[in-house]
């Protein structure tokens, strides 16, 4: 059957504005929240729409862009009517029926996608990750298509998002599960090579995403083994993105693990990936990760030039070309990250400073970033000798903590400030605060 040619939907791409793609998904994200829906809206679907590969939302999408958008239809957000699109097999957006498949293929479909949608709390997420990509067969396909390829995609983005609500502690060992079956897929080989393609990058994004659940719940061997497999995938690829991710990872795990120096390598080699990619902000990441590393070396000449690159890309914006998991680097993580060089150069009180800004400019719904920054500056008071505050800063943190936030990167920073604590225990608020953690 022919394929029908996809129209750039410009009246949506007018919408978006300045903002970049994934500044946009940010926008439908929050948006979904407000109305209680939930979307797993990124870059990349933001990108479908605008090029018209998406004709007509399907319904939990348009309640959130009617609701964007009040008193606007459909067609004034340039979509085509709902009963136009049905049917139409060589169109793929959600409106429009698949290609025809077997039956047992269509109910694996369907289990997927109820998989990696369902949301709830860490409890029910963690459990929701422990489907296979496969569904309840288990059966690899004797060769993987694009049905297989989006689902190892999905698994990515509902991976992120849950990591974002909720830590790693409940999601790490759910999570590999897929993995395990993404790199079966993968071995198994596509029929097209765009399909392999998209399995490959996949496959590399679900290493990455697991290795950072292994990371941020203190698995390192477990992450580095994650991420080794990443980078791996990237060099056999030639996907230089992945290869930039990978190594923003390695760097960022190098500097948690005490390998400074192996940090400040591991930030280089990335940003030689990204030097074509056209992402300024991929490349401040990557400044900063490096900064991180010369930061835990002693080295305050070589992270402070590190810091001005980084601050240099940061300034210059967001881009079409910014990949999509990069949207959480926007402000708030940015002076996180400052703020780490300063406490590992010994500058508490400028250290206090960024974390607090880091706090106060993330966006709340995200409770695991809001309860790390809040935990970082309580660290930071509590050394820049401000121990009441720094004992406030550790409330906060404890009142995020528990069945919606579990994190043992967390944690672990909670215990570093309570031993800096100890000393200042007969203060009311200290002692409060020593005796709830």
């Known amino acids: 059957m022919a ?3 996809h129209s750039p939907n410009s009246t949506f791409r007018l919408l978006r504005g300045k903002q970049s793609p994934a500044e946009f998904a940010a926008q439908v994200r929050r948006a979904a929240r407000e109305i ?11 990108g479908r729409v605008e090029s018209g590969e998406i004709r007509c939302p399907n319904y939990a999408y348009e309640r959130v862009f009617l609701h964007m958008f009040p008193g606007r239809t459909l067609a004034d957000l340039g979509f085509s009517p709902r009963e136009t699109v049905r049917g139409r097999s060589a169109q793929r957006g959600p409106c429009t029926a698949p290609t025809p498949r077997s039956p047992t293929s269509a109910k694996e479909s369907d289990v997927l996608r109820r998989a990696f949608m369902a949301g709830g709390s860490a409890t029910v997420a963690a459990a929701t990750l422990g489907l296979t990509l496969l569904g309840d067969s288990r059966r690899l396909p004797s060769r993987p298509g694009e049905t297989e390829a989006a689902a190892v995609e999905e698994a990515v983005r509902r991976i992120r998002l849950l990591d974002d609500r909720h830590g790693a502690d409940a999601l790490y060992r ?3 599960e897929p993995l395990r079956t993404a790199y079966a897929l993968l071995d198994a080989g596509a029929a097209r ?13 679900l290493a990455v995403s697991v290795g950072w659940l292994a990371h941020d719940s ?14 791996a995938t990237a060099r056999v690829a030639r996907d230089a993105h992945l290869e930039a991710h990978a190594f923003s990872n390695m760097s960022f795990l190098a500097r948690d693990c005490g390998r400074p120096r192996e940090a400040v390598r591991a930030a280089q080699a990335g940003s030689r990936a990204a030097a074509t990619l056209g992402s300024p902000r991929l490349l401040s990441l990557l400044a900063l990760r490096e900064a991180g590393g010369w930061a835990g070396l002693g080295d305050r000449k070589a992270c402070e030039e590190a810091l001005t690159r980084a ?11 910014d990949p999509e998991w990069m949207s959480f680097f926007g402000e708030a993580e940015r002076e996180s990250l400052e703020a780490r060089c300063w406490a590992a150069l010994g500058e508490h009180a400028r250290a206090a400073r960024h974390a607090r800004r880091a706090a106060d400019l993330q ?10 920054y809040t935990a970082e500056l309580a660290g930071d ?3 820049a000798n401000a121990p009441d505050e720094a004992a406030w800063a550790g409330g906060r943190v404890l009142d995020l903590l528990g069945e919606e936030v579990q994190s043992t990167r967390i944690r672990t920073i909670l215990a570093d400030t309570a031993g800096a604590l100890v000393p200042h225990q007969r203060s009311p608020r200290v002692g409060a605060f020593l005796s709830r953690l």
């Open 311 to 321: 601050h240099q890309e940061f300034s210059r914006g967001t881009a079409d070309a």
């Open 381 to 383: 008071l509590a050394r």
């Open 363 to 372: 966006d709340p719904h995200f409770a695991r970033n809001v309860a790390l």
């Open 174 to 176: 759910k999570a590999s």
């Open 36 to 46: 209680g829906e939930t979307v797993s809206c990124d870059a990349r679907y933001v």
């Open 218 to 231: 203190g698995r390192f061997d477990d992450a580095r083994s994650h991420y080794a497999e990443a980078l």
């Open 3 to 5: 394929a029908f040619p």
């Open 193 to 205: 090579q765009s399909t392999d393609d998209r399995l490959h990058s996949g496959a590399g994004e």
